[in-house]
């Protein structure tokens, strides 16, 4: 079944793009969602109407992303975690633990958008790369320091 999408969506294609999706997905989730539109002559019109609208709601959205992005790299960001004698830390720093480091400073991120490669198990300064939109990703430092026992 040919639609036109309404939205990006991962591995299937960016806004405005006629795809060929089976008819299942279309009928069953692109449809339902409203993120796409059945492909007919009709309906194309209505999409050439829709598009410049939909091209300024995403430049707007584009700048908003840069914006927050530019804020969470200027941010400094760290946390305490208990560590055992071979420098290990106790448990991992995981997305969640930085979804949750960044909403202590007003950063509203979902753990999916941050793409860490794997927990991070030991005492340093990491480097995260944050998805705040498909085209706008943020580099940000976290620093991940020893919380000192008080023997």
Same mark, same amino acid.
């Given at each position: 079944?040919?639609?036109?999408?309404?939205?990006?969506?991962?591995?299937?294609?960016? &806004?405005? &793009?006629?795809?060929?999706?089976?008819?299942?997905?279309?009928?069953?989730?692109?449809?339902?969602?409203?993120?796409?539109?059945? #492909?007919?002559?009709?309906?194309?019109?209505?999409?050439?109407?829709?598009?410049?609208?939909?091209?300024?709601?995403?430049? !707007?959205?584009?700048a908003a992303a840069?914006?927050?992005?530019?804020?969470?790299?200027?941010?400094?960001?760290?946390?305490?975690?208990?560590?055992? !004698?071979?420098?290990?830390?106790?448990?991992?720093?995981?997305?969640?633990?930085?979804?949750k480091i960044f #909403?202590? &400073?007003?950063? =509203?991120?979902?753990? *999916?958008?941050?793409?860490?490669?794997?927990?991070?198990?030991?005492?340093?300064?990491?480097?995260?790369?944050?998805?705040? *939109?498909?085209?706008?990703?943020?580099?940000? !430092?976290?620093?991940?320091?020893?919380?000192?026992?008080? =023997?």
């Amino acid at each position: 079944m040919k639609v036109i999408l309404r939205a990006d969506i991962t591995n299937v294609g960016r &806004q405005g &793009q006629i795809k060929e999706v089976s008819a299942g997905f279309a009928r069953n989730f692109l449809l339902p969602k409203k993120i796409a539109m059945e #492909a007919t002559p009709q309906n194309l019109k209505i999409w050439e109407r829709e598009k410049v609208k939909l091209e300024k709601q995403r430049e !707007e959205i584009i700048a908003a992303a840069k914006e927050v992005a530019e804020k969470l790299s200027k941010a400094t960001f760290s946390t305490k975690v208990k560590v055992g !004698e071979n420098g290990k830390i106790f448990g991992s720093i995981t997305t969640a633990t930085l979804s949750k480091i960044f #909403a202590e &400073q007003g950063f =509203n991120i979902n753990k *999916h958008d941050i793409l860490l490669p794997a927990p991070v198990k030991e005492v340093c300064k990491l480097s995260v790369n944050v998805r705040l *939109h498909p085209e706008v990703v943020a580099k940000v !430092e976290v620093d991940i320091v020893e919380e000192k026992s008080k =023997n």
